[in-house]
Nanobody, 123 residues
Framework: QVQLIESGGRLVQAGGSLRLSCTAS????????MGWFRQTPGKAREFVAA????????IYADSVKGRFTISRDDAKNTVLLQMDRLKPEDTAVYYC????????????????WGQGTQVTVSS
């Protein structure tokens, strides 16, 4: 079993920056691909970014490419999402997820999920 705890969500003005953090426990963190997803009320959860084991590969949704950066620190069992030039449409609950299948994916088929952290971007 893996526990994922997100933090860092808050209210921020458009154009500002925010850094989300997700700390994992329970299994070897370095063996997991990690992803960030987000969801707004009434909409399906959508992919934001993912990073492979050993950080060799990163993928991003087109809507955040060039503004968001995903990174990981295996020594701290942590994955980060640096969000710059935030827009009101980035407002959502952001979820961290772990995938131990060996793939790095934009799909929802991750093994473990956190509880989410709210990000609100005001215009």
């Amino acid at each position: 079993q893996v526990q994922l705890i997100e933090s860092g969500g808050r209210l921020v003005q458009a154009g500002g920056s925010l850094r989300l953090s997700c700390t994992a426990s329970g299994r070897t963190f370095s063996r997991a691909a990690m992803g960030w997803f987000r969801q707004t009320p009434g909409k399906a959860r959508e992919f934001v970014a993912a990073i492979s084991q050993s950080a060799g590969r990163t993928i991003y949704a087109d809507s955040v490419k060039g503004r968001f950066t995903i990174s990981r620190d295996d020594a701290k069992n942590t994955v980060l999402l640096q969000m710059d030039r935030l827009k009101p449409e980035d407002t959502a609950v952001y979820y961290c997820a772990a995938d131990y299948s060996g793939s790095t994916s934009a799909s929802n088929k991750y093994d473990y999920w956190g509880q989410g952290t709210q990000v609100t971007v005001s215009s």
